[in-house]
C-alpha cells in the first residue's frame, strides 16, 4: 500500500503494479545522469521534448526509491512492452 505523506504512488507497467517515489536521492541521481537539474528536466517533459533514456532513467530511479527490486534491463524491457 502506498502512503501519499511520503510522496509515494503506484503505476501499473507491463501488468504489473509498482510502488513509484521520488527520494532526494532519487532526484540527485536523476540530475546527476541526464546532466541537468530537475526543473529543467520537468520542464523537458512538459514540453514533450524527452528521450526515451530520460524516460529509463527517471523510471528507474522512481521504482528504486518505492524499494522495488529492478534492473535497468527490467525497465528496458518494461518500455519496450
Same mark, same amino acid.
Given at each position: 500500500? %502506498? ?6 504512488? /503506484? @503505476?501499473?507497467?507491463?501488468? &504489473? ?6 527520494? +532526494?536521492?532519487?532526484?540527485?541521481? @536523476?540530475? /546527476? &545522469? ?7 528536466? /520537468? ?6 521534448? +524527452? ?5 529509463? +532513467? ?11 527490486? +529492478? %534492473? ?10
Amino acid at each position: 500500500m %502506498t502512503n501519499p505523506m511520503k510522496g509515494e504512488t /503506484t @503505476i501499473d507497467l507491463g501488468g &504489473e503494479t509498482y510502488t513509484c517515489r521520488l527520494t +532526494v536521492d532519487a532526484l540527485i541521481k @536523476i540530475e /546527476t &545522469e541526464l546532466d541537468k537539474g530537475i526543473l529543467a528536466i /520537468t520542464q523537458r517533459i512538459s514540453e514533450a521534448d +524527452v528521450r526515451l533514456n530520460d524516460l529509463a +532513467v527517471i523510471l528507474y530511479h522512481a521504482l528504486r526509491g518505492g524499494s522495488n527490486d +529492478v %534492473t535497468q534491463t527490467d525497465i528496458k524491457r518494461i518500455i519496450a512492452n
